[in-house]
């Protein structure tokens, strides 16, 4: 018998499960260009080529224990590496012993969750907010609690997180560029909230940590500068993917950096190895760790994004959707026409075709979210699919 917890959780509609399902069955009528599927956001671009190179080389190599366990939070010269790395690009000192390699975005923030939260913590987010967060934030007994960003531009206001904040908040989620709206977060607005928060640790001697979910950190568009959160908050966890910015979203690799100023930063480590192993994650792929190792200076096209973007938001504001530019990531979240955003997606856009996920799944009713990320031949064999869609809503 599996838990009633679990029971629940499976019985529960999933408007992106449903839409998923419908996918594969229309896919098998009308074929694979037949049907648009923006619906999931799984990078199509292939890694950069020394990616492949990377893996042919080392899978010839025949070093004791290459694929053996090692120390839980990774290869000690990798996470050196990405100390390095970071350094570039910040004002703050990573040190490798604040580095700890995961199996991914989802596996960092399971197991930062793990070591921060005692039950019935809360975590602060921005609606819309990627799906999996609640579920996260649930796994270590915590709960999660969003502030609606503005709909023109989804960025949050410091003042509204401050007004959400309680003697449980343990931690800030924030998620910039932003999976689904594509909002950057700029420096000032950051500065805002870190106000915020020493105000709030000066009153109450309650630290709070900044949780800055980051897959999605090369894929900026038009010029936009992508603050460093560790420069501006005190308690900065980053935790970081190779999922989107290196096309290896299966592949599992990511990692977990904590800024030396955070409270507790040697407990903190300690706790998160811990976590990393106890999860059952061991260790992040041995295989893969090596291979970012080798390509930390390299990115998918990103450049392919932006076009894809391009494409896709100016054929449908044309057409009279509302929909915010996006700064980064690879999704666009315009307006429903109507206010129930899932009947838009399962009775509306499916008519033609068009696979998207509902708003509502994002704790954001009355938008839906295109993920990009798929083939130019899509995109262009969609145009027309779009075309009739839209004149049922617009004139
Ligand atoms: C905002 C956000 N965080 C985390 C993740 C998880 O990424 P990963 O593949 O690294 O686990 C995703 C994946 O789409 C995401 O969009």
Redesign the pocket.
């Known amino acids: 018998m599996i838990s009633k917890k679990l029971k629940e959780e499976i019985s529960r509609p999933s408007a992106i499960r449903a839409m998923f399902e419908k996918g594969a069955q229309l896919k098998k009528v009308y074929g694979e260009d037949g049907v648009f599927d923006f619906s999931l ?1 799984n990078p199509n671009l292939p890694p950069p080529e020394k990616v492949n190179q990377t893996i042919i080389s080392l899978s010839r190599e025949n070093r004791p224990l290459m694929h053996g366990y090692m120390q839980n939070a990774g290869y000690e010269d990798v996470r050196q590496k990405i100390a390095e790395k970071l350094n570039e690009s910040s004002n703050t000192k990573f040190e490798k012993g604040g580095i700890i390699i995961t ?7 399971n197991v930062v969750f793990k070591a921060i939260l005692d039950e019935g913590d809360e975590v602060l987010t921005v609606a819309p ?2 799906v ?2 609640r579920a996260y934030v649930g796994n270590s007994q915590g709960k999660l609690i969003a502030v609606n960003a503005q709909p023109d531009t989804f960025l949050f206001s410091a003042e509204k997180i401050e007004q959400a904040i309680t003697e449980k908040t343990k931690a800030i989620i924030l ?1 910039s560029p ?2 689904p709206s594509g909002a950057v977060y700029s420096d000032a607005l950051l500065k805002n909230l870190a106000d915020v928060l020493i105000k709030h640790e000066e009153k109450t001697g309650r630290a709070i940590y900044v949780v800055s ?1 980051e ?2 950190r090369e894929l900026i568009y038009d010029d936009t500068k992508l603050p460093v959160f560790a420069d501006i908050f005190k308690n900065a966890i980053t ?1 970081y ?4 910015s290196l096309s290896l ?1 299966g592949e ?3 990692y977990i950096a904590v800024s030396p100023s955070a409270d507790d930063y040697s407990a903190l480590n300690d706790a998160l190895i811990l976590c990393n192993r106890t999860l059952g994650f061991v260790n992040a792929p041995a295989l893969f760790q090596r291979v970012i190792a080798e390509c930390l200076n390299e990115t998918v096209d990103t450049k392919s994004y932006k076009s894809k973007r391009d494409k896709l938001h100016s054929h449908i504001t044309n057409l009279g959707f509302e929909c915010f530019l996006p700064k980064g ?1 690879f999704y666009l979240f315009p307006k429903s026409p109507i206010a129930d955003d899932i009947s838009f997606c399962n009775d509306y856009a499916v008519k033609y075709n068009i696979l998207a996920a509902p708003g509502a799944g994002f704790g954001f009713p009355g938008y839906f979210r295109l993920a990009y990320c798929v083939s130019d031949k899509t995109i262009e064999l969609s145009l027309p699919a779009f075309e009739k869609l839209a004149r049922e809503f617009f004139k």
Request: cysteine-free.
């Open positions: 956001g199996s991914g975005a989802a596996a960092g923030l907010f990627f999996e967060y998620n932003n999976n979910d897959p999605y935790v993917s190779f999922s989107k979203a599992r690799i990511g990531a």
